[in-house]
T-cell receptor
Framework: SQQGEEDPQALSIQEGENATMNCSYK?????LQWYRQNSGRGLVHLIL???NEREKHSGRLRVTLDTSKKSSSLLITASRAADTASYFCATDVGSNYQLIWGAGTKLIIKP | SQTIHQWPATLVQPVGSPLSLECTVE??????LYWYRQAAGRGLQLLFYSVGIGQISSEVPQNLSASRPQDRQFILSSKKLLLSDSGFYLC????????????FGEGSWLTVV
């Protein structure tokens, strides 16, 4: 069953602007991960944030986690055309070596 | 470094025909292995996962099966494909221990006609 729900489902912004995507989940987690998928390709891991962390950075990416609200956000600063992709959050709830996946946010960066 | 190979990249199969998708991982040992399916514009559905040779767990009852004949080889099969089996199939691996990063292959596009 789907635990993560990304919001918005689709986002279109101008190159250079910041893009923010949100993920909500339902149960307690060990960690939350964000992945990127270019059209027709496999997914690529971007960043992992543990349940005891509140914020994490990697290059132009900033992830926040609010366990009290059961939500996370992914911020991409100074977007580029190459950031056009679908972005998925996945939560580790500690069972069966599985991650629980959301349906993704489709991000389009307009030149 | 670790790499994952998945093939074929695309295939078109008639209804009722068999299926075999293969996946191999290099540069690591005793990985967890996964088969996911992704419908167009949708999230990922876990089909099978394996924590060791011959150990397969199925998450979704269906006419697909998986096998792990070697430590770093994972195969997805079907004896008779259905139209509903069309989709994008992704093989993936992770290190032992739940919650580790998952590394994906490039995927296989299956169209059942």
């Amino acid at each position: 069953s789907q635990q993560g729900e990304e919001d918005p489902q689709a986002l279109s912004i101008q190159e250079g602007e910041n893009a923010t995507m949100n993920c909500s989940y339902k149960t307690s987690i060990n960690n939350l991960q964000w992945y990127r998928q270019n059209s027709g390709r496999g997914l690529v891991h971007l960043i992992l944030i543990r349940s005891n962390e509140r914020e994490k950075h990697s290059g132009r990416l900033r992830v926040t986690l609010d366990t009290s609200k059961k939500s996370s956000s992914l911020l991409i600063t100074a977007s580029r055309a190459a950031d056009t992709a679908s972005y998925f959050c996945a939560t580790d709830v500690g069972s069966n070596y599985q991650l629980i996946w959301g349906a993704g946010t489709k991000l389009i960066i307009k030149p | 470094s670790q790499t994952i190979h998945q093939w074929p990249a695309t295939l078109v199969q008639p209804v009722g025909s068999p299926l075999s998708l293969e996946c191999t991982v290099e540069g690591t040992s005793n990985p967890n292995l996964y088969w996911y399916r992704q419908a167009a514009g949708r999230g990922l559905q876990l089909l099978f996962y394996s924590v060791g040779i011959g150990q397969i767990s199925s998450e979704v009852p269906q006419n697909l099966s998986a096998s792990r004949p070697q430590d770093r080889q994972f195969i997805l099969s079907s004896k008779k494909l259905l139209l509903s089996d069309s989709g994008f199939y992704l093989c993936a691996w992770s290190s032992k221990g739940s919650g580790n990063t998952i590394y994906f292959g490039e995927g296989s596009w299956l169209t059942v006609v």
